[in-house]
């Protein structure tokens, strides 16, 4: 690890965003994330990109403006149940910066969720690119690999 | 009397079956009775022609796939060392072990993990270790019953399919008049050919199979289902500057699926023989998508400028090939259904690349396979929270009766299809028609939908 990385801060950083999604209030999280800020969840282990192969997610910041609005909008039936999730995150690494200059943080997940009258337990690993900022950080990249990633998945309405 | 879900009941014999299907409406326990369930597992998925992959996820020798046929029936799809492809029973010829257990890979041959009987790649017995103990037992190792079984299989332009049955018609008989959907979609290939790309998404339904099927060409639903999705996006269309020309392309791409119940209707259905229909077909919600100028030029090249406009303005929204199998043409993916139990079902989504078309050609297939067909969308987890709320309802003892009666008695018959408006429940009555026929046992004879009582 370079140029004195604050570990701590990292840590912080992303125990915030996971709040953000435990009682979700997207509006809030979307601020997390950079202008070409991306969400992606991949549907294989080791899949090598989001455009050549299918995804769970991959949103820029147009379809997460989109989801936002969505997310609470009186009409969407699948929203009438409300989600609850509960996040932990452990084992949090800075492997240093990558070529456009963003912290490569990973860490590990498991993320307790409630929706539909039942509760469900997912599990896997974050990748994060970071930009640091003045007093805080910006999400450019975030990237949810579940150890079942490739399994017949229920309905999910909200990030991890 | 009419079957209701009720364990203790006796088994449902074949005149309160067809008693459950009415020209215009369906008893509710199609959908919620667990010996209904069994029965159509035996007899229509049992019966008819049910996809299980493409020729292009097995290009080499030895490589397989594998799925079932119905909720039980496991099958190994593979290339033998000659090119052919086979669909194989999946079930040792010794004890009955599940010779492959894992989803897809390569094999010289097919090793059982339990006494290591071995079969060659087109099934047949290769080798038994310390044979010497079956001599003299009456055990004849050249009996075919000792291969691994085959299914009964057939390919159109690529797609497998397989049956259990010997006497349903052959596999072009059964497509009918609906293989001009997978043509449609070969030919808007610039080398006329399809192949699987870019992964499937799996997406667990909490419903019975037939709600999946019943919304394909439902297209009085987009408009209130998908109202918020639509919204959410005119929205934020709405905040965006006038420059921000490539924000608003990508946002755009949703409205259309809250299409006008007018647009929907000038799109028709279509309904064949076996239970078969699309709609669309002069113009579907597909219709508007701007064509990329260099996958124009390789279908110009290939085909000239005519045909390929006509290729082009064939435009169907979903085909249901009965039970197992909807594509979209227009949009290079399909969707595979595959039964669980009386209220869960598997719909598999797999995308397809254009030989010859730009690679921008699939990324535009798997863009659409995720924002509308993933479990995390925003457009599916609308429609499968209405299937299940079906589900729900149903157990209700308000009224035995679901209804489909939207443009009865204005069905159009032709040659070898049913023509109707395109908010016509001409769909569901050509699906009942095939389920009824299926579960009389009368699949040599499944007449074309509509609303004909034939
Ligand atoms: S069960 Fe397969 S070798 Fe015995
Ligand atoms: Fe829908």
Known sequence: MSDSVDLRAIEHFLYDEANLLDNPDLDRWIELYSEDGSYWMPVIPNQPDPLNHVSIFYDDRVMMEVRRRNFVHPRAASKDHSVRASHIIGNVRCSGRNQQGDLVVTSNFQCVLYYRREQRLYAGTYLHHLIATDNSFKIRHKKVQLINCDAPHKSLTIYL | MIHTFDPTSPPIDDAALAALIQPTKLHRSVYIDEQIFELEMARIWGQAWIFIGHESQVKNHGDFYTTHINHRVPVILVRDRSGAVHVLHNRCAHKGAKLV???????????????????????????????????????????????????????????????????????????????????????????????????????????????????????????????????AAEDYIATLPPEASSQRAEAEIIPPFGASYENFEDSGITGFAYGHHYDGGKTSIHANYSVNPDYWAAMVASYGEQRSREILAFNTHNTLYYPSLTIKSAVQNIRVVRPIAVDKCIIETWSFRLKGAPDEMLQRTLLYSRLINSSASMVGPDDLEAYSRIQDGLQSTGSDWVEMHRHYNRDKQLADRTVGGGTSDLDMRTQYQAWQAYMGKLAHHIPTGGDSDE
Request: net charge negative; proline share 4%.
């Open chain 2, 101 to 231: 257990d894992t989803v897809d890979g390569n094999a010289r041959a097919f090793r059982c993990c339990y006494h290591g009987w071995t079969f060659n790649t087109d099934g047949t017995l290769l080798k038994i270790p310390n044979e010497a103990g079956y001599e003299g037992t009456g055990f004849d190792p050249k009996d075919p019953q000792n291969n691994l079984q085959k299914v009964r299989s057939a390919s159109y332009r690529g797609f497998v399919f397989a049956t259990l049955s010997d006497t349903i018609v052959e596999l072009n008989e059964w497509l009918g008049g609906a293989a001009e959907v997978f043509d449609n979609l070969c030919d808007r290939a610039p080398e006329g050919e399809v192949e699987v790309a870019g992964g499937v998404l799996r997406y667990q339904h909490d419903c019975n199979w037939k709600l999946f099927l019943e919304n394909l060409n439902d297209t009085m639903h987009p408009m209130v289902t998908h109202q918020s999705v639509v919204q």
